[in-house]
């Protein structure tokens, strides 16, 4: 059975080849609202098929509001 490496900070995980990314963080417990996912550098997309030996790393996303008293 092929494995896909999916990494995120310093945790890492396992699924299996042949799922879509978005198939994959739900399988670890991953919002994909919260990530961006990068193979060898470069970003993917939900839908992309990952497949055996790929390592994944995900980079959280941060967002929200502006810091109250910063830009007054």
Not at 2 to 14: A, G, N, P, W
Not at 20 to 35: M, P, S
Not at 48 to 53: A, F, N, V
Not at 57 to 69: M, N, R, T, Y
Request: charge should be negative; glycine fraction near 12%.
């Amino acid at each position: 059975m092929d494995i896909v490496k999916v990494v995120l900070r310093d945790q890492e995980f396992e699924v299996k080849a042949g799922m879509t990314l978005r198939h994959a963080l739900e399988k670890i417990g991953v919002n994909r609202e919260t990530v961006l996912a990068t193979r060898n550098g470069e970003l993917i997309t939900d839908d992309e098929i990952l497949q055996g030996g790929d390592v994944i790393k995900l980079i959280a996303v941060i967002s929200g509001g502006l810091v109250q008293g910063v830009f007054q």
